[in-house]
């Protein structure tokens, strides 16, 4: 095996008793970004100096491995594009609170990962700069937003990657590129220093190999943030410490797959299994029925969280994009994408038109997301965990979003309901294709700042449902 192909942990491991240097991992790594990074297209540029950096760092925690960023952090020594051409070639002044955080840690980062432009999509084919491709099957789709971080984890390119989510970004590219994908409690990770998206909903979180890897990450990635109001003052647990703590005693309740979109299609059988796997396990697992309203014990549809999503997201798009108007930054107006533009657009709607009274559209999705924040709050009152597929198919092909504006919704339109409600969640794969090469994703929620559940969750299916 090369250093490249080595989960976090064992790198970190295997650097602690000098079993193998950091030259090594990144002449591994970097020799596969050489092999691969043409054909699949993941990352938009690299860091030159990543080895230099990581010989300073090699007595921190992460003992100066390399990360790979999305291109929405901001970077003081790489480009920031959020893969739009309005920011071609911009330099941030200043770091994210997250990647100066694991750089304290003693991470590098080795290079900055395409994306959906703007994090607008989840295929990564509305980037700027050309689509990323599946490295399980480069004739598919890696999704998105974050599919270039994906994509480089999946394909040996980075020993672990960070993304964010607004509504599926992180969790559904782990499902369609077979990695595990964390997206933690709105509030849980600063915010500061990303270029914003939804500013209500978007949500920094790991990328990597492994359960245990993700959670190593979390500890360094989470905590109270003065530059980010939003983010909690609860204290930051280490999460690796209980992870082994497994799942018996759990009550889990399985959502969504009795839905006629979901029922009986793999993704609700590949779930079955995965039911299975957690009763043996020692779990008490229960099947919680889909609703069109808010009912005790009963789950709240996603078809509702598609439109609240499109409203809210779309809203929260046109006042963060209003600011890149060709003054402060490099290009104006005309080079937002055809995506970007549709969006602004659909948000000055909602924003300005009333649907009934004197409730704009924006006010009124916000009523309905209410109701998802109260559904989570009663089904955790009886539930620790939840569980459901992460995406309702494996990877879709190439150019599967021309012509088709509501393709991350549906794409995402099993998490949305989740990241609308701000609980985290994680994807661990949960089945594989063996003719294509493809994989489905479990996603395992848990209440406001439970990431120590859910992990323990994740890592004690992960070490059952080894298809990787």
Known sequence: MK??????????????KKEISIDEVYNDTFAAIEAKNKELNIYLSIEKQALKKAKKQEDKPLRGLPIAVKDNF???DLPTTASSRVL????????????????????????????????????TETSDYGPTKNPRNPKYLPGGSSGGSAAAVAADLTIVAIGTETAGSIRQPA???????????????????????????????????????????????????????TTSQLPVLDYTKNLKKGVDGLKIGVCYIDHPQIKNKEVAESTKKAIKTFQSLGARVDMIPTSHNLEKDKVLSHEYA?????????????????????????????D????????????????????KKDELVYEHAQKVRSLYIDNFKQLFRDYDLLISP???????????????????????MLVEPSSLAGICGISVPMAKDEKTNLYLGLNIMGDYWQEEKILQAAWAYEQVNKII
């Open 88 to 123: 071609d070639g911009f330099i941030p002044s200043y770091e994210s609170t997250v990647t100066k955080k694991l750089s304290e840690a003693g991470g590098v980062t080795v290079g900055k990962t395409n994306m959906d432009a703007w994090a607008h999509g989840s295929s």
């Open 175 to 229: 499902s369609w590129c077979g990695v595990v994908g964390l997206k933690p409690t709105y509030g849980r990770v600063s915010r500061y220093g990303i270029v914003a998206m939804g500013s209500s909903l978007d949500s920094p979180g790991p990328l990597t190999k492994t359960v245990e890897d993700s959670a190593i990450m979390l500890n360094f990635m989470a905590g109270k943030d003065d530059l980010d109001g």
């Open 336 to 355: 937002f994408g055809k995506e970007a533009k549709n969006r602004i657009l659909l948000g000055i709607f909602g924003l300005s038109n009333i649907i």
């Open 3 to 16: 250093t490249n192909e080595l989960t976090l942990k064992k790198a970190i491991n295997l650097l602690e």
């Open 74 to 76: 901001l970077t003081q």
């Open 390 to 412: 992460t995406s309702p198919s494996y990877a879709l092909a190439l150019g599967a979003t021309s012509n088709d504006p509501m393709f991350g919704e549906l794409q995402d």
């Open 306 to 334: 598609i439109s609240v999503y499109t409203v809210v997201q779309r809203a929260e798009v046109a006042s963060n994009l209003s600011r890149y108007d060709g003054i402060r930054y490099g290009a104006d107006r005309n």
